[in-house]
């Protein structure tokens, strides 16, 4: 490799200003991890293969796609060395480079969530739900959850479109984010 | 008169607007948690705070948002500070903590990188100085927590109904992590919903999980994480004595409420989870009804009826402790004077000691 070529920790210093060489395998963040158990790669190995700069190993695993973005990690580390701000750089490199392995359902979540933003500028939260059944194919999901939301007044069937729902598409545009 | 205004104060750089707090709902408060909003217009109403809605706010992205592209992740809640911005305001109150957080995020954000700051306004098409400050409801009512106390503390018919009541305070991840961002003090045993339960009349319980996570947005893309998260939030409440769960966001609230009958109980009572707002609602005496008590999937019902009854108890009590204090203060003070008459009466007898 030569030195004109970043590799994926300095490609992620450059644009977040987190220096992934900082963490010293202490294991701290992986030991606070809600997900630590559903996942086959745990935090402190995220930054292991980051460091390594085993590229399409960190960014194709779908353990970057587990997180939940709760921060317990960040707020432990005693380095600094902000795991949680490297998994969310990991999913945007991911994205960009076509190498997301994002299990269906998670993806289909994201995608239509931001859709629904794009379009109207507020989420619509019967609109989220149908759009991610069909593209998750969980159509059962929550169905027996139907009624009690509805009779307790927590649906409303119609998107609201905010009057700037224009601004809000443009400024997906000038982010770069196609949907 | 109502002091929550519909739409925004006229624009202003002088006046009004520094008084009223922009309120941004966000999009989870106008759809499955409508409760949180209904809760804190009448408890901000019954504490004299205006509030205002931004005018057409747009939705702030959380989480997918920030997930999937750091730029959009900011750019998207930076809109609505600048049309808080326009309208002349120089707060805004974010009630989802996850709002709160991106809010939060992006003025920090904007705050500490000037290359961003310079780019934003291009972004949103519109002119963005980052002048709004941005907090939690969680942090407010922790601001008016000694006016919260004087009231539920005050005389009236229908006695405070929190006192004595055991309640888990429930912050999850967004109101106290990244800790730059935390809405109040440690990030890892924070206090300041405990303070605002406590200033109601309530006994905080000391508990494990207050700052786990509930499993946020994972909440329909991956229920059974989330149904793990859960158990084990409400079981360690339950351990602790807690008889209802305190939460200060909406998605906590949906992971905890809606999804808990999904969890396995083991024949456990159900643990009501009750917004902050619901929590000091109840006890400045607003009704359950007014603060949307009745649309939570646990029901309310059982226990908002124990802790009347428990309230009209310890009224009877502390009455009938009240007039058996004041019948023995009399029966002393009859005594007293009994002894003092006796001594009045009582002949002087003259010293005859010397002369026997």
């Not at chain 1, 590799?7 to 606070?32: D, F, R, V, W």
């Not at chain 1, 902000?82 to 190498?99: H, Y």
């Amino acid at each position: 490799m030569t030195s004109s070529t970043p590799t994926l920790a300095t490609e992620i210093e450059a644009t977040t200003g987190i220096n992934p060489a900082t963490c010293y395998q202490c294991g701290k963040c992986s030991a606070g991890c809600p997900m630590a158990s559903e996942s086959d790669l745990r935090p402190h190995q995220v930054m292991r293969r980051v460091m390594y700069g085993s590229r399409e190993r960190a960014l194709q695993d779908e353990s970057i796609w587990l997180c939940l973005t709760c921060e317990t990690c960040s707020a432990r580390c005693p380095k600094g060395s902000d795991p949680a701000g490297v998994i969310d750089a990991l999913r945007e490199i991911s994205i960009e480079s076509g190498m997301a392995t994002m299990p269906r359902a998670i993806g289909a979540f994201h995608k239509t969530f931001l859709e629904q933003i794009r379009a109207n500028g507020r989420l619509h939260e019967v609109g989220l739900v149908v759009g991610y059944k069909l593209r998750s194919g969980a159509l059962m999901n929550d169905v027996t959850n139907t009624p009690g939301l509805l009779s307790r007044g927590k649906l409303s069937i119609m998107p609201h479109k905010i009057k700037g729902a224009a601004e809000v598409k443009r400024i997906f545009d000038k982010c770069g984010v196609n949907l | 008169m109502s002091t929550v205004v519909e739409g925004a104060p006229a624009p202003a750089t002088s006046g009004p607007a520094q008084s009223v707090l922009a309120y941004y709902p966000g999009c989870s408060l106008h759809g499955t948690e409508p409760e949180y909003d209904e809760s804190l217009r009448a408890v901000v109403e019954a504490l004299g705070i205006a509030i205002a809605e931004i005018p057409d706010w747009n939705c702030c992205g959380a989480s997918s948002g920030h997930t999937t592209d750091h730029l959009l992740g900011l750019a998207l809640p930076a809109r609505n500070l600048a049309l808080a911005e326009a309208a002349g305001f120089d707060r805004v109150l974010a009630p989802c903590a996850a709002c709160y957080n991106r809010l939060a995020a992006a003025h920090l954000a904007v705050a500490e990188d000037a290359a961003l700051a310079e780019q934003m306004p291009d972004i949103l098409g519109r002119p963005f100085a980052n002048s709004v400050d941005v907090m939690s409801v969680a942090t407010l009512l922790r601001d008016v927590a000694p006016a919260i106390a004087e009231k539920a503390a005050a005389p009236r018919q229908t006695p405070n109904p929190m006192v004595g009541v055991k309640l888990a305070s429930y912050y999850g991840c967004l109101l106290v992590r990244p800790p730059e961002l935390a809405a109040g003090d440690d990030p890892e045993r924070p206090m300041f919903l405990d303070d605002v339960v406590e200033a109601c009349g309530a006994e905080a319980v000391d508990w494990n999980m207050k700052v786990e996570c509930c499993g946020g947005a994972f909440s329909v893309s991956r229920t059974s994480s989330v149904l793990r998260m859960g158990r084990a939030i409400i079981e360690d409440a339950r351990r602790a004595g807690a008889e209802a769960i305190v939460v200060a966001c909406p998605l906590c609230h949906t992971n905890l409420d809606l999804r808990q009958k999904a969890m396995e109980s083991r024949g456990e009572p159900k643990m009501p989870v009750l917004f902050i707002t619901q929590v000091v609602g109840l006890a400045l005496g607003l009704s359950p009804g007014s603060l949307g008590l009745k649309r939570h999937f646990i029901s309310t019902e059982p226990l908002l009826a124990d802790l009347a009854a428990r309230a009209v108890q310890r009224v009877a009590d502390e009455r009938k402790a009240a007039e058996e204090k004041a019948a023995k203060a009399a029966a002393r003070e009859a005594k007293a004077a009994e002894a003092k008459a006796a001594v009045a009466a009582e002949p002087v007898t003259p010293d005859a000691g010397g002369d026997a």
